[in-house]
């Protein structure tokens, strides 16, 4: 074997090892560094609760009948997950729920009553290279109703139009979903109604600024959109707007502190809290808090670790963050982190 010959295939070999191993640290480094079982700021303490046996990251999720419900998602290796995850805080243990009736990640989830709502998504991932991203976001227009007491799916009303990686809110007996990505794989402004005592959608009047990767929370009557992106983790928006069902009209808010997409929020109290998201080479830790009623923003203590893909959700009081990647684009992790404000000992 000549030498050079002999070397080009030392390199190789080298060069797949070195990628291998920093494949896996990408996907599963949260394993090698404990997190900190407890850790307390001025604005209140986080502390772990039961960690989620499948980890994951742009899962759906959302609290039902004071259960934490985890839908769907991607993987490490970027295969589209089925599995429904159940969180009862009176065990601080998970149990597995019925699957999805199709593989589905970057869902609008939400619950009403005793029902929770599947809105969209995305069917598992293809490739498409662009910048900074590669996937091929391929949009649902199905909807899926998973009623928690019987455990059982039905199919619910399509949206009007196949969308993936938007908002969804419950505000006035109706389900708003709004922005996102389309057939077309282009970023809309759209805004969907679902009137839950007709059962039927149709358009609202649509946001000022196109985005997916966004967030959407009720409070005060009004609709809250807040960041999001334009299709690429360079194009992050720190645009916040406010939309009221009664006039019709949408409103500029304050600019979110930091632009972020892949972010999760809770409504406690009246306040919206946003948390984590991803940038081009990082996932955010920050942690903010807005107050639509003196249209202001503060800067929180910091997650402990910094997740995009997070959900998150209010129950007696705390807030639950739950999955996302700690590494920007697929990465996963089943961190349970609870975040109890202002409750210091």
């Known amino acids: 074997m000549k030498p050079l010959y002999k070397w080009g295939l030392y390199t190789l070999a080298a060069g ?6 920093w494949l896996w640290w990408w996907h599963f480094s949260n394993s090698l560094f404990p997190l900190s079982a407890e850790v307390i700021g001025k604005n209140g303490k986080y502390s772990l609760s039961a960690e989620l046996p499948i980890p994951r990251t742009e899962s759906g999720g959302t609290v039902c009948n004071g259960k934490f419900v985890v839908i769907g ?27 999805l009736p199709e593989p589905i990640n970057h869902a609008a989830v939400t619950a009403i009553g005793d029902t929770i709502y599947v809105v969209g998504g995305f069917g598992p991932l293809g490739i498409r290279l662009r910048w900074f991203m ?24 399509d949206l009007p139009f196949p969308r993936g990686a938007g908002g969804v809110a419950v505000l006035d007996s109706a389900i708003w979903y709004a922005g996102g990505i389309d057939e077309n794989r282009q970023i809309t402004n759209t805004v969907f109604k679902f009137d839950l005592r007709t059962n039927t959608w149709s358009e609202s009047l649509s946001m000022p600024t196109l985005r997916d990767h966004l967030r959407v929370e009720a409070t005060n009557g009004e609709l809250f959109v807040i960041s999001g992106r334009k299709d690429d983790l360079r194009f992050n928006l720190a645009t916040v707007e406010s939309f009221n069902p009664k006039t019709l009209t949408w409103t500029k808010r304050a600019d979110i502190p930091t632009a972020r997409g892949g972010l999760g929020s809770a409504v406690l109290n009246n306040k919206i809290y946003t948390f984590g998201g991803e ?22 203590d910091s997650l402990p670790e910094g997740r995009h893909g997070i959900l998150g959700g209010v129950i ?28 210091l000992p």
């Open 279 to 300: 940038m081009v080479w990082t996932c955010l830790d920050q942690m903010e808090r807005y107050d639509p009623v003196s249209d202001t923003w503060e800067v929180l």
């Open 134 to 157: 590669f996937a091929r976001w391929d949009p649902l227009s199905t909807v899926y109703k998973l009623h928690l007491p019987s455990k059982t799916w039905s199919k619910g009303a």
């Open 316 to 343: 007696d009081g705390k807030i639950h963050l739950i999955a996302g990647g700690r590494h920007p684009r697929v990465s996963i992790s089943g961190i349970h982190r609870v975040f109890s404000p202002d409750s």
């Open 16 to 21: 797949i090892i070195s990628l291998s191993i």
């Open 73 to 99: 998602g991607i993987d490490a290796f970027a295969q589209t997950l089925t599995s429904v995850l159940i969180y009862d805080p009176a065990t601080d243990s998970w149990e597995t729920g019925p699957d």
